[in-house]
Nanobody, 125 residues
Framework: QVQLVESGGGLVQAGGSLRLSCQASGRTFSGYVMGWFRQAPGKEREFLTAITWNSGIAYYGASVKGRFTISRDNAKNTVYLQISSLKPEDTAVYHC??????????????????WGKGTLVTVSP
């Protein structure tokens, strides 16, 4: 029974920062890639970044523009997303996700094995 539980979202003023957490449980994640997506109302779910569980190799989507940092703590089965210089357009529900592969690269919604329910980030002007 795989569970992904995000936390750390909230209301932040533009220019601020947040660290989101994704607590994973239910299996060993060796051989998986963990990543983050976001989705604003009426928009497509957007890939942000991913990291291999085994080696900690990170990959960033072009839309990140240097403001996002992904990391993971294997001992805690937790993946993090650090966001800096937040902008109002960052307002979205941020989802943690897993895919069973070890090669790093863009994650697509269709290949995702498990989704977290998401945590809402709201950035005020």
């Amino acid at each position: 029974q795989v569970q992904l539980v995000e936390s750390g979202g909230g209301l932040v003023q533009a220019g601020g920062s947040l660290r989101l957490s994704c607590q994973a449980s239910g299996r060993t994640f060796s051989g998986y890639v963990m990543g983050w997506f976001r989705q604003a109302p009426g928009k497509e779910r957007e890939f942000l970044t991913a990291i291999t569980w085994n080696s900690g190799i990170a990959y960033y989507g072009a839309s990140v523009k240097g403001r996002f940092t992904i990391s993971r703590d294997n001992a805690k089965n937790t993946v993090y997303l650090q966001i800096s210089s937040l902008k109002p357009e960052d307002t979205a529900v941020y989802h943690c996700a897993t895919v069973r592969r070890t090669t790093i690269g863009t994650m697509t919604p269709k290949e995702i094995d498990n989704w977290g329910k998401g945590t809402l980030v709201t950035v005020s002007p």
